[in-house]
């Protein structure tokens, strides 16, 4: 079993930048599928990005081109690198762990193990 925690959240302005990351303890994330999700306030929680163990990456539209998902296998620990934010990306982020490691699954049922949350505001 794999536990995550995540961090780097925070509050920051309009276009501005910031990275978030997952740490993994008890298992190597190389074992895993690792995915973002994020749950705005009054919504349901949304895929966001999906890393497969051969670093092969999908992302939902809304963030494509400005979010960059990745991973340090060394470290045990998957980040989430965000450009150019927008109000609308504030929410509660979370990172998750797939056994199915090879088809990046974009349905939260599909993630076995979830991080508690980092918090995103994004507001002048």
């Known amino acids: 079993q794999v536990q995550l925690v995540e961090s780097g959240g925070g509050l920051v302005q309009p276009g501005g930048s910031l990275r978030l990351a997952c740490a993994a303890s008890?298992?190597?994330?190389?074992?895993?599928?690792m995915g973002w999700f994020r749950q705005a306030p009054g919504k349901k929680r949304e895929f966001v990005a999906v890393?497969?163990?051969?670093?092969?990456?999908t992302y939902a539209d809304s963030v494509k081109g400005r979010f960059t998902i990745s991973r340090d296998n060394a470290k045990n620990t998957v980040y989430l690198q965000m450009n150019s934010l927008k109000p609308e990306d504030t929410a509660v982020y979370y990172c998750?762990?797939?056994?199915?490691?090879?088809?990046?699954?974009?349905?939260?049922?599909?993630?076995?193990?979830w991080g508690q949350g980092t918090q995103v505001t994004v507001s002048s």
């Open positions: 998750a762990a797939t056994t199915d490691r090879y088809s990046a699954p974009l349905r939260e049922s599909d993630y076995a193990y």
């Open positions: 008890g298992r190597p994330l190389s074992m895993y599928g």
């Open positions: 890393m497969t163990w051969n670093v092969y990456t």
